[in-house]
């Protein structure tokens, strides 16, 4: 008797209520739900411990670019030409000047000693 309620009840539990386990992602990048992704942000912000020290480099080229902006604004007759010469602005040093190749600017980091070059062709 014990074993035929037994059977009886492994039966009745393999018809159970079941469903099919689908899985769904939660970054939305993957295709999970959207609004999930501002709360996986702000998680992902508060459990990193690096700081960004790019921003303190960049602070010169900002500068350099408000610089080069100025003197666009500054043009008449839609021609821009930055002065020739050597300038400096906090760490970085400019040298400005005309080659075969077009205008040139070299600019050097003077505490890293990093060296860039741009040429604007003719």
Do not use: C, H
Request: glycine content about 8%; charged content about 15%; hydrophobic content about 35%.
């Amino acid at each position: 008797m014990k074993n035929l309620i037994s059977i009886l009840f492994l039966i009745a539990a393999s018809y159970g209520f079941s469903q099919q386990l689908v899985y769904t992602p939660k970054n939305p990048a993957f295709g999970g739900d959207a609004f999930n992704y501002t709360w996986l942000l702000n998680s992902a912000d508060s459990q990193n411990s690096f700081s960004d020290t790019s921003l303190d480099v960049l602070g010169d080229f900002n500068a350099f670019n408000e610089s080069l902006n100025q003197q666009f604004l500054n043009t008449q007759n839609g021609e821009f030409l930055p002065e020739e010469g050597t300038s400096r602005n906090g760490n970085l040093e400019y040298e400005v000047y005309e080659s075969t190749e077009g205008l040139v600017i070299n600019i050097l980091d003077i505490t890293t000693g990093e060296q860039s070059q741009i040429i604007i062709p003719n």
